[in-house]
Every structure is written in C-alpha cells, then in structure tokens.
C-alpha cells in the first residue's frame, strides 16, 4: 500500500499530529508512505533542522490565508498538484483540511481512496467561513473513512454529515523519541513551571499571571511558538519553538508541567499530544478542565478555574517523578504505532 500523507501543516512546524501519524503509518510492514506539504509556507515559526523519518515532498497548494483572494489559482494549483500526486501512484490519499477538498475530489474522480485526517472541529476557527464549512461537508461525504482524534470530532461529524464513517484515532506519542529523553531524564528544576505547544487565543495568561503572583519562587517558560502577545512579567518567559527532542528534555526537568486553556468551542475537541509526552515524562501534569480529557484519568490533574489551577500547580511542585512502570503501561498503550495500527486497519 501506497500512502500519501497531504498535509496543511508544514514538514518542518513544531512536531504536531500529521508528523507522528504518517511516520508511524510508515512503520507498518508493507506501507510506504510519503509526507506531501505545501510549497508555500510562512518561514517564520518553523523549527531549524526538523526532518521527518519518511519522505517529504512539496506541493504547489496555495495557503489557506490567501484562498479566497485567489480561487481561481487555488483551484487550478488543485488540479497540479493532484497530477503530481498521481505520478506518485498512491493507493491511498490522506487529507487533513477542508483546504484539501478540490484536490480530494479530484483524486477521487482518479479512483484513489480518500482519508480525511480531522483533527479539529475547524468550523470552530475564527477564520472559517461559510465556504470552508461547506468545502468539509463535501469532503467528509467523498471520504472514505474520517480518522477521527477525539470523540468529540467524532460526535460533531455525525451531526454535520450522518453518513460519513468515523474512527477515533486518538493522538499518541513518539516511543523512540520518549524512551531515549526520558531514559535518564536528569536533574529537575525546582520552581520550573512549563507550558508546551503553541501559544494562541485559548491560551489562559491569566493563569499563569495569578500562579506567578501567588508563589515568588515559581518560574514560568513558554516553549512553542506564539502567535498572540506575552504579557511582560520577570518571571515569565517566551523561549519559542525548539526541535522535539530537546522539546522533551524540556518537559523531564520541569517541577510541572502545565495546560492553561480557555474551554472554547474548538479546544473542546481537542484530544493534546502534549498532555500524552508530559504524562510520560514523570512530571506532575495539571490541565484546564474538559471533558475530552477524561480519558487520561488519574494521569493528570484536572482544574475547573484559575484558583484551582493556582492551587493544582503549587501542590505539584516538588513532586517526586512518576514510578518507570507506570509511565511504560501508558506508552505501550497509547504510541503512535498502536494508533497506525488502528488508522491502517480501517482501509
């Protein structure tokens, strides 16, 4: 089986799921698989020296900033890059973005299978427009399954399109990257309170301001890229993006290890790879409360407010690191490779 893995997010952006997914897919005995992306992208988050384990290829796919000022380029670049994609000779296509609808369909019409990779409730984006709500509903009709990474997306879709097949394929983690950094994790430092992953709207400064205000000897990092202002504070600090591996190391020496979120509409339907690679770093974890996150059960600590975040993080701290045993029951069940597993099954 042939598989080419398209997606909207960049070969070389901060580790997320289509990077994970599509390597681990490569994994599997008697599966090649090829990381298709688009030629045009913004450089200014991306991680220096990135390289995934499969090949990557660049399509002529124009960004999603910019489709409705150039439809009729958007459309043609479409039918390009399905050509180039073609040449290729894939059994199977993997779409992750309404974006990628033109170039499903005409896919499709060239017998290839199609697989929507749906990891957000996109309508919920604030730059969604009637179009891209449309473009997905067609998109999930011509699928012929929808990878699913939470329940949530999963319910949301039988709403919007009763007849699309689903299949959650929760996010996972990376087990080479996660044995060899947390192997011999190092010292942790005291006071070290961390948050990883990208910075947006949804994120809950005033969380982290309040903690900081209630614990003089607590230090707060941000380590992703951020694409909404820090607030200016001595004992907060913005590192931006960093390769994974030295990501992971990152998260083992903190004293915790943190997910401040606003519970809006689209972080409801978000199931975090970075609550997976804090859990088996041995670190505590406290997380905003949600209810797709019950499924990591007493893994973490989950906080309905900033006072009780206040309250989680200052009562982590100190924390002696997770017993080996426990943290290699959680890989072995939730890596990457069980999810390939389960994604490739269902073809």
Known sequence: MRVAYVSHVSSRWIKQRPHFLSEAIGRRVGVEVAFFDSLFVNRRNL???QRLRVPVRHLPLVPQRLRSRFRAADVALSAVSALLLLLWRPSVVVVTHARHHTLARLLRAAGIRVVY???DLNRQFADATEADVDAERRLLALAEVVWCSSAAIAADIG?????ARTLVVRNALDRSSAEERFASPGAVEPGTVRYIGTVSEWFRFDDVLALLDADPHLRFELVGPADVAVPAHPRLRAVG???HGE???LMASSDVLVMPFETTPLVLGVDPVKVYEYIVSGRPVVCSDYPELEHFGDHIVRADGTD???????AATGTPRRP???VAAF???NDWDTRARSAIGAL
Do not use: N
Request: one cysteine or more; glycine letters at 4%.
């Open 47 to 49: 991680v220096q020296g």
């Open 117 to 119: 990779d749906c990891m």
């Open 159 to 163: 709403d919007v399109q009763p007849t």
């Open 241 to 243: 993006a960093r390769p």
């Open 247 to 249: 990501v992971l190391s």
């Open 308 to 314: 009780a975040f206040v309250r989680a993080v200052r």
């Open 324 to 326: 080996p045993e426990e």
């Open 331 to 333: 890989l072995d069940d």
